[in-house]
T-cell receptor
Framework: NAGVTQTPKFRVLKTGQSMTLLCAQD?????MYWYRQDPGMGLRLIHY???????AKGEVPDGYNVSRLKKQNFLLGLESAAPSQTSVYFC?????????????FGPGTRLTVL | DQQVKQNSPSLSVQEGRISILNCDYT??????FLWYKKYPAEGPTFLIS?????DKNEDGRFTVFLNKSAKHLSLHIVPSQPGDSAVYFC????????????FGAGTRLFVKA
């Protein structure tokens, strides 16, 4: 049981490049989330999904897109990376009844945009 | 405007003593609070939570206290152990409000042996 995994762990991009971060969970969770963590800012919700095929915007969605084609996967895309998107990205998942309960986090992806 | 504030970026405590981590919130609609613990190069892991209908929840060495009138919660760790050295995030949510869990900036705890 791997829990929540994220690919890649590290990535360096140049401004304007695109990339996709992959999140996978094997806990059969309905809900999945993408957060970014910046110094002094805590975790901020980018996008989330309440089920396969559905996504919604969080607190800081601009510059990101997401897709949830399969229940176990949640992809975060950056179409044209900007230095302001340098951050650590965390994916999380939770059960249907766990909206306010615990979320299970992946190990994070450290992204640097030059 | 940070709705959940952890005003102490770091805290250093001697092994065996009590660690007290504080968290303040501004939104009176929050009715469920959680603490997460994060080690370097790992994702946060859930530690303990409390509903707004309670003022205390205890789990082993960890106790969370909630003071609704002051919009303040605290996490007590007794006794502190070196393995408790980590970043602790306070989080708040509205049970009927969908998916908004707001996290504080975190407090880095150092437990000295």
């Amino acid at each position: 049981n791997a829990g929540v995994t994220q690919t890649p762990k590290f990535r360096v991009l140049k401004t304007g490049q695109s990339m996709t971060l992959l999140c996978a969970q094997d806990m059969n969770h309905e809900y999945m989330y993408w957060y970014r963590q910046d110094p002094g800012m805590g975790l901020r919700l980018i996008h989330y999904s309440v089920g396969e095929g559905t996504t919604a915007k969080g607190e800081v969605p601009d510059g990101y897109n997401v897709s949830r084609l399969k229940k176990q996967n949640f992809l975060l895309g950056l179409e044209s990376a900007a230095p302001s998107q340098t951050s650590v990205y965390f994916c999380a998942s939770s059960t249907r009844t766990g909206v306010y309960n615990e979320q299970f986090f992946g190990p994070g992806t450290r992204l640097t945009v030059l | 405007d940070q709705q959940v504030k952890q005003n102490s970026p770091s805290l250093s405590v001697q092994e065996g003593r009590i660690s007290i981590l504080n968290c303040d919130y501004t939104n009176s609609m929050f009715d469920y609070f959680l603490w997460y613990k994060k080690y370097p190069a790992e994702g946060p892991t859930f530690l303990i939570s409390i509903s707004s209908i309670k003022d205390k929840n205890e789990d082993g060495r960890f106790t969370v206290f909630l003071n609704k009138s002051a919009k303040h919660l605290s996490l007590h760790i007794v006794p502190s152990q070196p393995g408790d050295s980590a970043v602790y995030f306070c989080a708040a949510s509205v049970i009927t409000g969908g998916f908004k869990t707001i996290f504080g900036a975190g407090t880095r705890l150092f437990v000295k042996a």
